[in-house]
């Protein structure tokens, strides 16, 4: 009797057929996380729940303004959300090549646990505010929601956004005005900085980072499972819906914090701390509504051209989310080499607005690098060291 070898493993696919949306958005939203890391780098000033600088000039505060508003605590529930669909897109491939379920399950369980590897290696060697090891996580912890009912899912969301109010508002109570001077980004002795940042990660991760994520992460796999981003024209009233409402809720949400942060309004601590929350909530809605715009952006283009668009934006823009992991630690090795005082050292001589300005920089490097590099078929490095990881160990 002979016994059937298990089916082979489905490999990562291939650039060139990857959905065009998803790529897109992760190239996009790389220039939020750049903005909003930029000025964690910096020391030397009493700081306000997003880190910002308190007694920054009026350019400083304006810039702060709007990145509290658009970008911060918007871009980490976008990425969490992306996550979760491309979970689901790599575990439909895995079910096409013949995987049980038991088999996907251990593949996309090892593939989170290297990308929590990832994270700590990112925080312990550059970034405190590391969010990969968040991700990987969440993945490792609720990878079986793939498989649960959209009932469930959603049930899961809901009580995963309870569970971060709780977090937000202890958080919140613990860094009412918090200073830069003792982060790791002022420490000039770099041993000290990489354990504190190690210790910080440690505590932030499963409590802060992940509890940010999981909502998203879950409604990442209820959309995957309509195809919203693969297909969005058939699905261009729901994305419309979703785009308009998220990111209306997300502004109405940032603006309470906004005025605090910029001290535009002192209201008492404890009202402090609920704009804080409401921040951060409203960015849950914030990063879906972004997912959704740019989804209803490609399909504008598809029906325009017919095709998939080939601009050289939108190519520079897509070969960036190919990267996506590369270009963020990217991200992390230029801040730490520019700010930190035991490299650049211009964490201490430059305010908010200038930082944002390195970061835009810095994300137009990383593009410009993809962009060169993706068409000839070149993966990232770290995305080959993850996927040889994952694919490897499933082989």
Not at 41 to 57: E, I, K, P, T
Not at 87 to 106: C, E, F, P
Not at 176 to 187: L, R
Request: hydrophobic share 55%; with cysteine.
């Amino acid at each position: 009797m002979s016994i059937a070898p298990p089916a082979p493993v489905q490999r990562a696919v291939p650039l060139v057929q990857r959905s065009l949306a998803p790529d897109l958005a992760r190239g996009l939203m790389l220039l939020l996380i750049a903005v909003a890391h930029a000025h964690m780098y910096l020391s030397g000033h009493q700081a306000g729940f997003r880190g910002y600088a308190l007694d920054g000039g009026p350019v400083d505060r304006l810039v702060a303004g709007v990145q509290i508003v658009l970008v911060d605590g918007r871009a980490l529930p976008m990425f969490a959300a992306l996550f979760g669909y491309g979970l689901v897109q790599l575990a439909n491939r895995q079910s096409a090549a013949g995987r049980s379920w038991a088999q996907t399950r251990r593949l996309l369980r090892a593939r989170s646990l290297w990308l929590l590897a990832f994270g700590f290696c990112h925080a312990l060697l550059l970034f405190f505010g590391d969010i990969l090891g968040a991700y990987g996580l969440v993945g490792l912890v609720l990878v079986g929601f793939i498989r649960r009912s959209d009932r469930a899912v959603l049930w899961a969301a809901g009580v995963g956004l309870i569970m971060h109010v709780v977090v937000l508002v202890l958080f919140g109570l613990l860094t009412v005005s918090a200073g830069k001077g003792d982060t790791p980004a002022a420490m000039a002795d770099p041993l000290q900085a990489l354990v504190t940042r190690l210790v910080g990660w440690i505590a932030m991760t499963p409590t802060y980072f992940a509890a940010s994520v999981v909502s998203a992460f879950l409604l990442g796999i209820w959309a995957a499972r309509r195809r919203l981003l693969d297909e969005p024209g058939p699905h261009r009233a729901l994305l419309s819906r979703i785009a308009t409402v998220g990111v209306s809720i997300a502004i109405v949400g940032g603006l309470p914090l906004m005025l605090v942060d910029t001290r535009l309004w002192t209201p008492t601590a404890a009202v402090s701390v609920a704009a804080y929350a409401i921040h951060s909530l409203t960015g849950i809605a914030g990063g879906l509504g972004y997912a959704a715009l740019i989804g209803l952006v490609v399909d504008r283009m598809q029906r325009r051209r017919h095709a998939r668009p080939t601009g050289w934006v939108t190519t520079a823009l897509v070969a960036c989310g190919q990267w996506s992991l590369t270009c963020y630690l990217l991200q992390s090795v230029i801040f730490v080499t520019v700010f930190a005082p035991y490299a650049g050292g211009l964490g201490t001589q430059v305010g908010d607005a200038a930082a944002s300005g390195i970061a835009v920089v810095t994300w137009s490097g990383t593009v410009l690098l993809a962009a060169l590099l993706a068409p000839a078929g070149r993966r990232g490095p770290a995305e080959t060291a993850l996927r040889w990881l994952t694919y490897g160990r499933a082989r």
